[in-house]
């Protein structure tokens, strides 16, 4: 019997996940799962990536999966990457604002997004990092990459959390609910109960505005209700199965329409500033913008949200020495 060789076969998508903390090993996780791509984790502290890579390969052969998962320290390991995504950074303590991270994560992802471009040229870069919108912003700015190939991930994940308080409260299946938020991804985020349905009926007509108001202030403290119950760090499996949602979408050219924090040259009245509007996602990244109508009221809100937004990039980029 002749000896097996490893097989040279097709070269697999990889996509590399900066910081191997909860978010970004969960990430890994659920893309092995799938089976989408080849996964670097690399983290800053010795020998996390590798034990997280190591056990996530373990349990490829129970799952009857072919996906290789490395752990790394060194941005080497990232080489060739279709898809950076960036979870580096502190996460909210009890009590925490997302935007009371904003300096120490800012250094932590411009400097993330610089050496992963680096050997990862051609990659698109989906950031997680908060303050979300202020991150991917300078993820951008730091790159200088065309605006397709650089998006922040909070929409989804925000819109999910609104699917199922409203599947939770109308004992439907999360599945047959449609929700969409907008905006920043903070306080002043801007759910849309206008444009969520269940299997098309509009929810306005399932429910009355009282608890529609409530479900939708839930969503809005949705990730500080998850810290205060965990106390140690924030919400991981929603974000990572979010996150994932968009690199499949990408990877597989899917086109599926998603909220990410996109950058904005006009759409909804709104410049020079990312934030979280409904995009098209293929393999050239964030393809189309879509315009949703939105009410007076509904567009200042938004503005408003971009205003906090850009007022933290400001500050950001002053610190950094990028404005
Ligand atoms: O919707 C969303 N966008 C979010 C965002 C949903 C959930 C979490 N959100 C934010 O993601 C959260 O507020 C944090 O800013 C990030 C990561 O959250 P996670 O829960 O994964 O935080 P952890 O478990 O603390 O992991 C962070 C890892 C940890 O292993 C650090 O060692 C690593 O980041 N880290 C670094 N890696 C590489 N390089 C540098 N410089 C570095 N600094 C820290």
Redesign the pocket.
Known sequence: MSPLVPSMGCQAAQVSV?????????LAQRIAQKDLANVVL????EG?PQGIALDLMAAQGVEERDCKILGSNHYEATAGSEIVVI??????KPGMS?DD?LHV?A??VV??AQNALHYSPEAFFI????P?DV?TYLVWKATGLPSQRVM???GV??SSRLQTFIAMHLGVCPADVSAMVLGG?GDLMLPLPRYCTVRGVPITELMDAVTIDQLVERTRNG?AEIVKLLQT????Y??AA??CVMVESILRNQSRLLPAATYLQGEYGLQDVFIGVPCRLGCRGVETILEVKLTPAETEALHLSAQSVRKNVDLALEKLGLS
């Open positions: 900066v910081g191997a903390g909860n978010v970004g090993r969960t690399l983290d800053i502290v996390l979870t580096a950074g502190l996460a909210r997302r991270l994560n250094k932590i400097e993330a950031v997680i990092t908060n979300l991150m922040g991930m909070a994940l925000d991804h990730g760090g924030g919400a991981y929603a974000p979010s996150a």
